[in-house]
Nanobody, 120 residues
């Protein structure tokens, strides 16, 4: 059974940093692209970042370019999202998902989501 579990969220002040982790079980992450999505209150879901499995190519939403970095550790079956220079508008529930395709809806499995709140 496939499981994705996010961790590392919480409350942070503007300008601060957080690192989200997505631990995958039930399959080998090596063969799947994996990405991060978010949904803020009253807004639609947004594709934040995606990393491929083949050449490690990445996608970032314009709103996070230069501030967020996606990575993966296939040995640990885990993906990460390093978030720096956080802004109040980054406040959202963040989800990881497999088989991402840039900003488009992913084709694979989803985690349960984790809250990130950026506020002073």
């Amino acid at each position: 059974q496939v499981h994705l579990v996010e961790s590392g969220g919480g409350l942070v002040q503007p300008g601060g940093s957080l690192r989200l982790s997505c631990a995958v079980s039930g399959f080998t992450l090596d063969y799947y692209a994996i990405g991060w999505f978010r949904q803020a209150p009253g807004k639609g879901r947004e594709g934040v970042s995606c990393i491929s499995t083949s050449d490690g190519s990445t996608y970032y939403a314009d709103s996070v370019k230069g501030r967020f970095t996606i990575s993966r550790d296939n040995d640990k079956n885990t993906a990460y999202l390093q978030m720096n220079s956080l802004k109040p508008e980054d406040t959202a529930v963040y989800y990881c998902a497999t088989d991402c395709r840039g900003p488009r809806e992913p084709l694979g499995s989803w985690g349960q989501g984790i809250q990130v709140t950026v506020s002073s």
